[in-house]
């Protein structure tokens, strides 16, 4: 007997069916290296109370360290039949130091132990996705640099709205991006506190120091309610959230370049190594990456649906339900970082089509350049928006453009028509004619894509 960790209340083996189906460690081994950081300081902090001799602690840190060294020299030795991570942990040092191993659990549970190893492992882990992030914000900085003065429509409705510049356009992305980099380290902080000292549920019978344990794990507070910590992965649903809201942008990042680079647009061209053919089609080139972004936004989504599910019917207290947090994090974390590093790989090496781009930015989008010229000269809004779209009605029915009209034919329309409108009714001057730091006006565009500069050489100095 006493395989398990709570083997002793129990008459006979566990049915293997059962235990089997109760088994975490072959995805909460993830957890091993957050376990023995957290089982050290633990050792240290029981030790401070005057629950371990000096003795018994220094084995145990040293048999913790040699088990941790172990562990991240050969990662495939970190498996085994124990029920999760922590029993491994736990065997493996009573096997190296024997009964001075046993103490190590005094006064803690794994339902606090859990929460504090999956709360080390995002402090750690999500600065390494905030990295794959800042890489595609970088990339699109890159892309914005090179697209200069490059005009393109944008749209609204999916129809043509109004010229911008290529830079905006990808500039708009990285602004996402830089909220989901700061959701992220809003999760991080959510996560940084200590569970420790909670006990099973009601809080530890012993005068453990939680603040200095929660500073010697570099955790910035102490949980304040042990009934709530040995409840609540709430934490781990708040990473999932921001992680498919980051999801849901490179989704909408994959959906402009599919069909920006298709055929029908040609506003950009994947690299021929950002693509995959068809067996059958020989011509076809297609967006298999991106297409794979916007399929796997779905799954983590479903994750962040399916745990929150989990977590909604739940009484106060542990509930075993809460291993349910693990797998979906993981597969989250792991579905973002191949993401991300597929979007910066495919958006790095885009190239624009700029004369494709440029032409699709004329034409009839000038339409509330017009009516902001005639404004300009006195007449209402309102009455210019009728008098242009009148224009707009016969040259549709022309097939012309703004551009074909004589200086006669402008002031048929409009007896305010002065010879300047033909230079000021361009696609340029359009996006010269944005007055808001927020919008395409060149100088405002060159702001922004300065700052997400500095922005990035701060990250990348952090
Ligand atoms: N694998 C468990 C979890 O993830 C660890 C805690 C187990 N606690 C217990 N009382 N069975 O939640």
């Known amino acids: 007997m006493s395989q398990h960790l709570w083997s002793g209340r129990f008459d006979s083996a566990p049915d293997p069916a059962a235990f089997d189906f109760g088994v975490s460690f072959p995805f909460d ?7 023995v950081t957290g089982s050290m300081a633990w050792a240290e902090a029981l030790h401070r109370a005057g629950i371990l001799d000096a003795k018994d602690a220094d084995a145990i840190t040293k048999g913790l360290a040699a088990i941790l060294e172990q562990g991240r020299s050969d990662p495939a030795w970190v498996s085994g039949p124990d029920e999760d991570v ?3 942990v736990e065997r493996q040092l009573v096997a190296r130091i024997g009964d001075a191993g046993r103490r190590l659990h005094t006064g803690r549970s794994r339902n606090e132990q859990v929460s504090v190893d999956l709360r080390l492992y995002l402090r750690r882990r999500i600065p390494l996705l905030q990295k794959k992030i800042a890489a595609v914000i970088q990339a699109f900085a890159d892309q914005a640099e090179r697209a200069g003065d490059a005009l393109m429509p944008s749209y609204t409705h999916m129809r043509r709205a109004m010229p911008v ?3 905006h356009f990808l500039l708009s992305h990285a602004a996402a991006l830089r909220r989901d980099h700061g959701r992220l380290e809003a999760a991080r902080e959510e996560a940084n506190a200590l569970t420790l000292g909670s006990g099973a549920i009601a809080g530890t019978g012993y005068a453990i120091d939680t603040q200095a344990l929660a500073a010697r794990l570099g955790f910035s507070r102490v949980v304040a309610n042990s009934m709530d910590a040995s409840s609540d992965r709430d934490f781990a649903a708040t990473f999932l959230s921001a ?9 909408r990042v994959a959906e402009d370049f599919i069909l920006m680079t298709s055929e029908e647009f040609g506003f ?11 067996s059958m089609m020989p011509q076809k080139k297609n967006p298999d990456p991106l297409e794979l972004v916007r399929g796997k936004a779905g799954r983590a989504i479903g994750h962040l649906t399916g745990f929150l599910i989990t977590m909604k019917g739940l009484p106060t207290g542990y509930n075993k339900d809460l291993q349910e947090d693990k797998e979906p994090l993981f597969d989250v974390e792991d579905t973002l970082a191949v993401s991300m590093d597929a979007t910066a790989a495919v958006v790095g090496k885009l190239t624009l089509n700029r004369e494709r781009t440029g032409r699709a930015a004329s034409g ?10 005639l404004v300009a000269r006195g007449m209402p809004f309102r009455q210019a928006h009728e008098v242009v779209g009148a224009m707009v009605r016969g040259l549709l029915a022309d097939q012309r453009d703004f ?6 034919e402008w002031r048929t329309a409009s007896d305010l028509f002065g010879d300047d409108v033909t230079a000021r009714i361009t696609a340029a001057a359009s996006v010269r004619a944005r007055q808001t730091p927020q919008s395409t006006h060149p100088d405002a565009v060159a702001a922004a894509l300065a700052e997400t500069r500095s922005w990035l050489a701060r990250q990348a100095g952090l």
């Open 268 to 278: 950009f061209e994947l690299a021929d190594s950002s693509a995959t053919g068809s």
């Open 403 to 408: 551009e074909d009209l004589t200086l006669a």
């Open 165 to 167: 510049l290529v830079s």
């Open 364 to 373: 009839l989008l000038l339409a509330t350049d017009v009516a902001d010229y």
């Open 243 to 251: 992680a498919s809201l980051a999801m849901v942008h490179l989704s």
């Open 86 to 88: 922590h029993s491994f």
């Open 29 to 35: 081994r993830r957890l091993f290296e957050d376990d």
